[in-house]
Structure formats: C-alpha cells, structure tokens
C-alpha cells in the first residue's frame, strides 16, 4: 500500500469521526432511557422511518419500474419540493436577468429603477407570505411567487454589480477590433459579467430553497416542508427528523449542481475555487 | 501622408483644475514606417496612442488617417490596437479571440478558417489553439494580441507598451518577431515605449516626449539597417543620444513626484 493511498484512508477516517461519534452519542443516550424518544428517537429509528417513508407503498405489480421506484411518499414530496424550487427560481431568475443587465448597462435605467429595486429587496421573501396567500389562495400559485422572489434579487443585483464591473479594457478591445453596440453586449459585456450572475444564481437558488421550505409549512399541501409540519402534528418526531435529512441532503444535491454548472461555465476564469 | 498630426491639444479635468496632457504635437508618420513613441512615466505617450486609437480624441487639432479627419473620432478595426495588458477575451479561446474580429466583419466561414489557421502557425500558435488565456503565458498572450489584430488586415498598428510586462528574453524573440511581421505585411507601426534600447532596436523614427505637459521634444531617425546589432557602437551612440534627452525628462518627472508627496 502506497503512502498515497494510507493518507487518502486517513483522510477518509477524519471525515467520518466526528459523525460517527455523534451518531454513536445520540443512539446511547436514546436508549439510555433519560429522554422520552418522542422527543427524540434514536439513530437506528429515525433510519428506520426513512426508509418506511422513502419506498413505495405498494409491491411492484405493472408498468414503468422506475415509476413504481419513485411512488413512494418522500420521493413524491421530494420531486413537488424540487419542482417548486426550480420552477420558481427560473421565474426569478428570467425576470432578474434582463432587468439586470438592462441597469448595469444603462445609467438612465438604473437610475429609473434603482429606488424602486432598494426599497424592496431589504423585505425578506418570507414576509411576503400573507400577501402572497390573500392573492394567490394556497397550493402552488403562492409558492412560486415567493420563491421567484426569493431568487429574483439576488440573482438582480449581482448581474447588475457584474455588468459595472466589466474591466474598460475589454470594451475597448473590442471596440477596436469593430464590435457594434449588440456585439458588445451578447460577447464581451455579458461574459464578462458571467462570475457575478453565476454567483447570484447560486444565492439565488438558495435563497428559493429556504423560501420552499417555509412556503410549504404555511401554504401548500405537498412537499418536504409539508411533510415535516404535517408530522409534528402527529408528533412523529422521527419522520421530522427524517424529513429534515432529506431537505440538507437536497440542498447539499442542489449546491453540488450549481458548483458543477459555475466550473463548467467558468472553466476560462482564473480565480474559481475547485471544491 | 498616413497618419498626420496637427496642432493636436489633450486636457484632462482634475479636481480643482485642469492637466494639459499633450500640447501642440505635431507628427506625420509615412506608409509603412514603424514610429515610437517615447518617454517617461506621464508624458502623454498613451494618451496620444489612445487619440490615435479614437477611444478619447484630442480636445483641439486634428489627427488625419490617410487624409480622413473623421475617422479617428472613434476607433475602428482600420487602426488594430496592441495592449499592454494584452485585453484577451478570456473566456474565449485562443483561436475564438483571433476569429472574433472576423465574425464581426462577417467574413465567409472558409475565408476566416483558412485566415484563422494561418495566423496560428504564423505566430506559433496553433498547438496552443484551444488553450484559454489564463493558461498561457505572458508572451504566449501577446502573441495572440498581435493575431488578433493582423486577422483585422488593418494597415496601421498601434501598440501600447506591448512587451513592457515580459522578460527580457521574451521581449527580444517577440520584438524580433514583431518586425518579422511588420515585414512582411507592410503595416504601419506607431509603437508606445519607455524603452530606449527598445526604441532604437525597433523604429525607423523615435519621437521623444517631454514630461507634462506632453509634446514632441525631439525626431531622431535610425538609419541603421535591421537586423540591429545591439552591442555595436552605432546602436551605443544613438542609445546614449536618447537616453540624454529622456532622461531630462525623467528628471523632471522624479522631481514633480517627490514635491508632489512632500507638499501634504
């Protein structure tokens, strides 16, 4: 065995230690008897609920089998969630883009619509709620307007921040070699601009993933943060828990995604971080 | 004449007044000559270049391209222009960067390829084709610079600096390389310098620049037949004749400069 190979187990084995060890911590002092486990269950039960919670309820009889795979409740609550977040943050982020890019580079524009842009982004999404409810009743509708919100802002002032940004030198590079006013725009100012829209995306989309959550505990019946209010209220404290896991390990999927999509975009950019 | 100068004024509002960058310059640069510029640090070498260049035209003169007073109002693919800092696009490759000009004059997809293709092997570049500009190095970027601006086809070059940032070594095989070009596709060059061995290895004129205000102090021609040996007493000679006048300047230069710091 290489000494590459021993520091990639070592490695490996800081990772885990600490998880274990608090799994290991939680599992004791469940079945130590101190805590009532509907306050909170154990390690080994709580895995257990996921499972209950992830496969389909019905045994496999016809059709699709990747269907059948997926029939189960957290799979269904998982899908609404991601659909909300996608759906919303697109919505956003197509209202966002244009707006920003149109303000960065106009200063009459920006002007025009800066005051407007400064008084509301302060306002969480969250707090749009009520208004959102009194509007668009409950179920989808509301949710996708708060979670566009969510991602609208972010993503907005960061295209506006990148389109400022553009170093002068490349405008009059290409400015020199006859780039018309359109050229400009679509090849050199919105690359340019690129890291910064990238990074609000990223916000932006996180931004929408807390907006979700909250958005389905209060107004829609569907979904993982549905799903974990809806526990509580049967204090099924290990399907809470079980439901939060599932929401860190759907967020962990989305941010691995943007990171991938930034690299990919960004693979020309100096400075990208490589994690 | 190609390039005709005349009478040509800059200032620049600052607050609490107003700096006089170039003044009364007056300077004709002939088809195909390669003209430097230079001076110290704030002469105003650039900011002639960039009026040439149209990117921030003189406040009073004119400045003719080819008899055409109009056109150096803005800048335009007729006067290619080299930066110091390079200005690659970087998020497009090597061969996008020197294809860019030609997508914008919308030239026949088999003429820009044949175009693009030739530069690249012509700058040896063309190993390094789908390489971004981050992952090369200094003279490699300059080279690409100078692709990008010969797939223009434009008769004049302005170069601003353009090996200011290299090695020595570097900076002699591209200097070499650059008259190679200039050679071989007659451009007109008006190249921007604090160098003075630079100057005399490369013009057939150098224009000295005095320090602030920025004017022509002096025209020196270089007669000496290419390739320049810089170690000859020719070379020496106009070396040390250069280096006297920029050097006045220099001085007054340093000398603005520290009163500049100690009159806080």
């Known amino acids: ?31 130590s008897g101190w805590v009532n486990p509907q306050i909170l269950p154990s390690p080994v039960q709580v895995a257990a609920k996921w499972w209950e919670y992830l496969r389909p309820i019905a045994s496999y009889s016809e059709g699709s089998y990747a269907l059948w795979l997926v029939s189960g409740e957290l799979p269904h609550d998982t899908i609404a969630s991601l659909s909300r977040v996608v759906g919303g943050f697109l919505i956003g982020t197509l209202l966002a ?12 524009l920006y002007g025009l619509f800066n ?66 006013q359109m050229t400009l725009f679509s090849r050199v100012i919105v690359p340019a601009a690129m890291p910064y829209i990238l990074t609000g995306m990223r916000i932006g989309i996180g931004t929408a993933f807390i907006v979700v959550i909250v958005a389905e505990m209060i107004a829609v019946n569907s979904g993982l943060g549905y799903r974990i209010t809806e526990a509580r209220e049967y204090m099924w404290s290990d399907k809470i828990i079980a439901g939060m896991f599932t929401i860190g390990l759907l967020g962990l999927g989305i941010d691995y995604f943007m990171n991938s999509l930034n690299n990919w975009l960004l693979k020309w950019h100096r400075g990208i971080d490589q994690n | 004449m190609f390039i005709h100068i005349e009478n040509v004024n800059k200032s620049f509002p600052v607050p609490g007044g107003e700096v006089i960058a170039l003044k009364d310059i007056n300077l004709d640069v002939g088809e195909g000559e390669f003209v430097c510029l230079l001076g110290p640090s704030g002469c105003g070498k650039s900011t002639l270049l960039y009026a040439i260049a149209g990117f921030s035209p003189p406040t009073s003169g004119s400045i003719a391209i080819n008899g055409r007073t109009d056109i150096a109002r803005f800048p335009g693919p007729d006067r290619g222009m080299v930066f110091q800092e390079y200005a690659l696009f970087p998020w ?30 012509k700058l040896n570049l063309y190993e ?72 005399v ?64």
């Open chain 2, 128 to 199: 390094f084709r789908e390489r971004f500009p981050k992952d090369l190095s200094g003279g490699m970027n300059q080279r690409v610079a100078i692709a990008r601006v010969l797939a223009l086809d434009s008769p004049i070059m302005l170069m601003d600096e353009p090996f200011g940032a290299l090695d020595a070594l570097t900076r002699r095989t591209l200097q070499d390389e650059l008259l190679r070009i200039w050679d071989d596709y007659r451009k007109t060059i008006v190249f921007v310098t604090h160098s003075i061995e630079e100057s």
């Open chain 1, 97 to 108: 883009l244009p707006l920003g890019l149109l303000m960065g580079a106009s200063n009459r």
């Open chain 2, 92 to 121: 497009m490759t090597v061969e996008q960067n020197i294809r860019f000009g030609l997508e914008i004059k919308r030239l026949p997809k088999a003429e820009m390829n044949g175009k693009v293709d030739t530069l690249l092997r």
């Open chain 1, 115 to 180: 005051p407007l842009v400064q008084v509301l982004r302060p306002i969480p999404p969250i707090a749009y709620i009520p208004l959102a409810i009194l509007w668009f009743g409950l179920g989808n509708p509301p949710a996708f307007f708060l979670i566009s919100i969510g991602a609208f802002f972010p993503v907005l002032m960061n295209t506006i921040a990148g389109v400022r940004h553009v170093d002068g030198i490349y405008l009059r590079a290409a400015r020199n070699l006859g780039a018309g």
């Open chain 1, 1 to 31: 065995m290489g000494a590459a190979s021993f520091r990639g187990i070592l490695n490996f084995a800081r990772g885990v230690v600490i998880p274990v060890a608090v799994l290991v911590l939680w599992q004791l002092l469940a079945m």
């Open chain 2, 201 to 264: 290895y490369l013009a057939d004129r150098v224009a000295v620049m005095t320090y602030r205000p920025g004017t022509i102090k002096r025209e020196v021609h270089i007669a000496m037949p290419r390739p320049r040996d810089s170690a000859s007493a020719e070379f020496n000679a106009l070396k040390k004749e250069l280096s006297k006048l920029v050097m006045e300047e220099q001085m007054r230069y340093t000398q603005t400069e520290i009163q500049g710091y100690t009159a806080d």
